[in-house]
C-alpha cells in the first residue's frame, strides 16, 4: 500500500464535475507528478489532500489514517507539507523567523504558550533552521525582510520552511509556475537534491513537461477530473492518449 | 539584563528613569508663571499617564501583533474597575488583592469574549467586540444596578452589583471583613498597600518650582513598569513571533501545522488582562466605578492611543497614552482669557483675529485638535510617533543613516 491512497474521490463545485471518480496510489520515497489541462482539477485534487477542501465521496488515507474531517494543521502535524502556486510565506517577518515558526511547529504541536522565554535561546531549533537555509543556499539572507525578495527566493524560502519540519509528503501545487527557465532549472536542481539527502516522498502538479520528465518516478495524467492513466515517464510520453488529452494541445 | 537584549534593556531603563523622575521632567515651568498651565506634573494627570499606558501596552499585544482591532476593550477596563471595587467593599482597602481580582476577573471574561469574537476576523470581529462592550455598559448602568436587596432591606446590593449611573462607591457599611470599616476620624478609607496611602504624597519646593511625589503614582508607574517589561519579554518570544506570523499570514501558519486560534485568543485575554489591570488601579487611585467607563467611546480611545505612538512597536503605545491624557488634561483648560492674556502684545484687532483662529482648537475644542494631529499621523507617519522620533533621529545621524538606509531598504517598511 502506498503511503498516500486516494479511493473513488468525487468532488462537485454546483453542476460542475471537479473530480470524478480519482484512485491515486503515491509509493513511499518516489516522485509522483499529476499533469492534466488547465482546470483538469489538479489543484482540487491537492486541496483534498491537505483539508481545504473535503470530497463529496471516497477516502483519502495518508499513512493508514484519514485525513478527511481534520483542519490544515492537523494534517501538517500527521506529516504533510506544501508548497503554494503562488509562495505563501510570512512577509513581514525576516528569513530567519520564517524558519524559526515550522521549528516550532515541529517541536511543540499546533499550539503552546511560551510567552516569556526569548527566540534567541532557542540554540537547537536556530541550529537546525540555519542548516536547513544553507541547505537552500540562503543563509546569507537570514536577516531579510522576507517580503522584499526575488519571487525565487520566496520560492526557495518555501519550500525550505516545509522541509525543515521533516515532512514523510511534500505537496508542491505547479512550483515552477511564472518562473524564468533559469530559476526552474534551480528549483528542479533544488528538489533533486532534496531527493538525494533526504527519504521523502514528493507528489508534484506540473505543466511544465521539462520539469515533470526531469524529477518524477510515476505520473497521472488528470482529465477533466479523472485519471487518464498512470505510468512511468517513458511510457507516459507516447501514449497516444495523453498525446491526445494533454500533450498535443498545450505543447 | 533580565533576559532582554541589550537594545530592550536600554528602552526599558530609559523608561525607567522618565516615569521615576516625572515629577520634575513633567513640571518644567515655575508655578505662577503663565507656562505654568502646560505643567502636568501633578499626581491625578501623572496616574492617568501611567494607567492609560498600562491598557494601551496591553491593547498593542492583541492589535500591534495580530492585526485584531477590538474595539470593546473599555469592557474590560470597567470590569477590572467593578472588581477592584468589591474587593475594597468586601474584604478592606489594600490594593494588592483588588487589582489580583481585577486582572482575574477581566482575565475570565475576556476568555468569553475573546472565544465567541474570535470566530470572525476583520471588521466583523471588531464590530462583535463593540457589541459585547455595550452589553457590558447595558448591563452595569442598568440590569446590574437594579436592587437585589429585596424592597425592605437596605444592605450591600441595594443599588445592585454597579451602582448604576451614580456608579459602584464605598460606604461606611461595607463589612471589609478584613480590614478597617472606617478611617480613624470616622470617614471613609482609603486604597493604601499595606498602610501606605494612595493619595498620600510629599512636596518638594525649590525656587520657585513645587514638586510633588504621589504614592499614588509612583505605586501605578512601578505596576506600568513591570506590564512594560513583561510586554517586552513577550514581543520577544516565541507566542509573540506566532502572533505576528498570524498577522503576515494566518494561511501559512495553518498549513505550518499552528492552530492561529488559541495564539489569538491567548493575546485577547492577556491584552483583556491588561485593561482590567488598568481598570483596578483606576479605582485603587480613586474608589469609584462607574459604567462610563465602559461606553465604547474609551474603547476608542485606546484604539487612538495605540495607533497615535505607533502600534506594533514597544513604546508607541505608552506615547500615545501620554500624549492624548496630556492634550485631553492641558489643551482642554486654556480658555479664552489664557490666550488674550498671550496675545496681549499684538495691536488689538490683530489679537482679536489670532485668538478667534486658535480658539476652536483649545478648551471643548481640543477633541478637534486631536482629530486634526490623529488625521496627519495617519497619513504621513504610519508607524505614529514612533517613526517620528526614528526620522528625527535619522537626520540628526546625517550622513551615517544615508549609507546605512541604502542596506535598510531591505529591512522592514512598517
Ligand atoms: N472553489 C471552487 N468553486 C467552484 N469551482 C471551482 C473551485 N475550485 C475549482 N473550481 C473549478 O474546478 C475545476 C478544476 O479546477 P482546478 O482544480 O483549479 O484545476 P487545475 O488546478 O487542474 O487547473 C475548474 O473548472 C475550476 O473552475
Ligand atoms: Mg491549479
Known amino acids: 500500500m502506498g503511503i498516500l491512497e486516494v479511493k473513488d474521490v468525487n468532488k462537485r463545485f454546483g453542476g460542475l464535475?471537479?473530480?470524478?471518480?480519482?484512485?491515486?496510489?503515491?509509493?513511499?520515497?518516489?516522485?509522483?507528478?499529476?499533469?492534466?489541462?488547465?482546470?483538469?482539477?489538479?489543484?482540487?485534487?491537492?486541496?483534498?489532500?491537505?483539508?481545504k477542501l473535503i470530497p463529496d465521496t471516497g477516502s483519502v488515507l495518508f499513512d493508514g489514517q484519514s485525513v478527511l474531517g481534520r483542519t490544515p494543521h492537523e494534517i501538517n502535524q500527521m506529516g504533510i507539507s506544501r508548497v503554494f502556486q503562488t509562495p505563501e510565506i510570512f512577509g513581514d517577518l525576516t528569513v530567519m523567523e520564517n524558519m524559526m515558526i515550522p521549528c516550532f511547529a515541529r517541536r511543540d504541536g499546533a499550539f503552546r504558550l511560551h510567552a516569556i522565554e526569548a527566540v534567541e535561546n532557542e540554540a537547537e531549533l536556530r541550529d537546525q533552521a540555519e542548516a536547513m537555509l544553507d541547505d537552500v543556499n540562503m543563509l546569507d539572507k537570514r536577516n531579510m525582510h522576507s517580503a522584499s525578495m526575488s519571487r525565487?527566493?520566496?520560492?526557495?524560502?518555501?519550500?525550505?520552511?516545509?522541509?525543515?519540519?521533516?515532512?514523510?509528503?511534500?505537496?508542491?501545487?505547479?512550483p515552477t509556475a511564472g518562473m524564468a527557465r533559469a530559476d526552474t532549472n534551480n528549483t528542479i536542481d533544488l528538489l533533486k537534491?532534496?531527493?538525494?539527502?533526504?527519504?521523502?516522498?514528493?507528489?508534484?502538479?506540473?505543466?511544465?513537461?521539462?520539469?515533470?520528465?526531469?524529477?518524477?518516478?510515476?505520473?497521472?495524467?488528470?482529465?477533466q477530473g479523472t485519471p487518464l492513466v498512470e505510468d512511468t515517464p517513458e511510457n507516459i510520453k507516447g501514449h497516444p492518449k495523453v498525446q491526445e488529452a494533454y500533450l498535443g494541445e498545450s505543447h | 539584563?533580565?533576559?532582554?537584549?541589550?537594545?530592550?534593556?536600554?528602552?526599558?531603563?530609559?523608561?525607567?528613569?522618565?516615569?521615576?523622575?516625572?515629577?520634575?521632567?513633567?513640571?518644567?515651568?515655575?508655578?505662577?508663571?503663565?507656562?505654568?498651565?502646560?505643567?502636568?506634573?501633578?499626581?491625578?494627570?501623572?496616574?492617568?499617564?501611567?494607567?492609560?499606558?498600562?491598557f494601551a501596552i496591553g491593547f498593542n499585544i492583541l492589535f500591534g501583533l495580530t492585526g485584531?482591532?477590538?474595539?470593546?476593550?473599555?469592557?474590560?477596563?470597567?470590569?477590572?474597575?467593578?472588581?477592584?471595587?468589591?474587593?475594597?467593599?468586601?474584604?478592606?482597602?489594600?490594593?494588592?488583592?483588588a487589582l489580583a481580582l481585577s486582572v482575574v476577573m477581566s482575565g475570565l471574561f475576556a476568555v468569553l469574549i475573546g472565544y465567541v469574537s474570535l470566530r470572525r476576523s476583520g471588521i466583523y470581529f471588531s464590530i462583535l467586540t463593540l457589541a459585547f462592550a455595550m452589553m457590558s455598559y447595558a448591563l452595569a448602568y442598568s440590569v446590574l444596578a437594579t436592587d437585589m436587596d429585596g424592597p425592605d432591606r437596605q444592605g450591600l446590593l441595594q443599588k445592585g452589583l454597579t451602582g448604576g449611573e451614580t456608579g459602584l462607591q464605598l460606604t461606611l457599611q461595607d463589612p471589609r471583613i478584613l480590614g478597617q470599616k472606617a478611617a480613624e476620624d470616622g470617614?471613609?478609607?482609603?486604597?493604601?498597600?499595606?498602610?501606605l496611602e494612595m493619595r498620600s504624597s510629599a512636596e518638594l519646593e525649590l525656587g520657585n518650582w513645587v514638586f510633588t511625589f504621589s504614592a499614588?503614582?509612583?505605586?501605578?508607574?512601578?505596576?506600568?513598569?513591570?506590564?512594560?517589561?513583561?510586554?517586552i519579554r513577550i514581543f520577544r518570544s516565541p507566542f509573540g513571533m506566532m502572533l505576528r506570523a498570524i498577522k503576515s499570514n494566518q494561511q501559512r501558519l495553518n498549513?505550518?501545522?499552528?492552530?492561529?486560534?488559541?495564539?489569538?485568543?491567548?493575546?485577547?485575554?492577556?491584552s483583556g488582562m491588561y485593561a482590567g489591570l488598568a481598570g483596578g488601579l483606576m479605582a485603587s487611585m480613586d474608589p469609584l466605578a462607574g459604567p462610563e467607563r465602559m461606553f465604547w467611546t474609551a474603547s476608542g480611545e485606546v484604539v487612538l492611543m495605540t495607533i497615535l505612538g505607533g502600534a506594533g512597536t514597544l513604546i508607541g503605545p505608552v506615547l500615545g497614552a501620554g500624549a492624548i491624557k496630556y492634550m485631553e488634561n492641558i489643551l482642554s483648560k486654556i480658555n479664552s482669557d489664557i490666550l488674550h492674556g498671550w496675545f496681549a502684545f499684538l495691536p488689538d484687532g490683530l489679537e482679536d483675529f489670532v485668538v478667534a483662529i486658535i480658539y476652536p482648537f483649545i478648551g471643548k475644542g481640543w477633541h478637534l485638535t486631536l482629530g486634526l494631529i490623529f488625521m496627519a499621523v495617519v497619513i504621513f507617519l504610519p508607524g505614529g510617533l514612533v517613526e517620528a522620533g526614528q526620522r528625527v533621529a535619522r537626520m540628526f545621524r546625517g550622513k551615517k543613516a544615508e549609507d546605512d538606509s541604502k542596506s535598510a531598504s531591505t529591512e522592514p517598511a512598517e
Open chain 2, 216 to 231: 499614588g503614582y509612583y505605586f501605578s508607574a512601578v505596576v506600568m513598569l513591570i506590564a512594560f517589561y513583561l510586554s
Open chain 1, 193 to 223: 537534491e532534496i531527493k538525494e539527502k533526504r527519504d521523502i516522498t514528493i507528489a508534484i502538479i506540473e505543466h511544465d513537461m521539462h520539469v515533470v520528465f526531469s524529477l518524477a518516478d510515476r505520473i497521472t495524467v488528470l482529465a
Open chain 2, 68 to 97: 485584531y482591532l477590538s474595539f470593546g476593550h473599555a469592557a474590560f477596563l470597567g470590569i477590572g474597575s467593578y472588581a477592584a471595587m468589591w474587593m475594597f467593599k468586601l474584604f478592606g482597602m489594600n490594593v494588592i488583592p
Open chain 1, 17 to 51: 464535475q471537479a473530480l470524478g471518480d480519482v484512485n491515486l496510489s503515491v509509493q513511499e520515497n518516489t516522485v509522483h507528478a499529476i499533469i492534466g489541462p488547465n482546470g483538469a482539477g489538479k489543484s482540487t485534487l491537492l486541496n483534498c489532500l491537505v483539508g
Open chain 2, 255 to 270: 498549513y505550518t501545522g499552528l492552530n492561529p486560534k488559541p495564539y489569538t485568543l491567548a493575546a485577547f485575554v492577556i
Open chain 2, 187 to 195: 470617614n471613609l478609607p482609603v486604597p493604601n498597600i499595606f498602610g
Open chain 1, 152 to 174: 525565487g527566493d520566496k520560492r526557495r524560502l518555501e519550500m525550505a520552511m516545509c522541509l525543515v519540519q521533516n515532512p514523510k509528503l511534500l505537496l508542491l501545487d505547479e
Open chain 2, 1 to 54: 539584563m533580565l533576559g532582554l537584549e541589550k537594545k530592550d534593556a536600554t528602552l526599558l531603563l530609559i523608561v525607567f528613569g522618565l516615569t521615576m523622575l516625572a515629577p520634575f521632567l513633567l513640571n518644567p515651568f515655575p508655578e505662577g508663571s503663565a507656562m505654568a498651565q502646560f505643567n502636568a506634573g501633578y499626581p491625578d494627570l501623572m496616574q492617568r499617564f501611567v494607567i492609560f499606558g498600562i
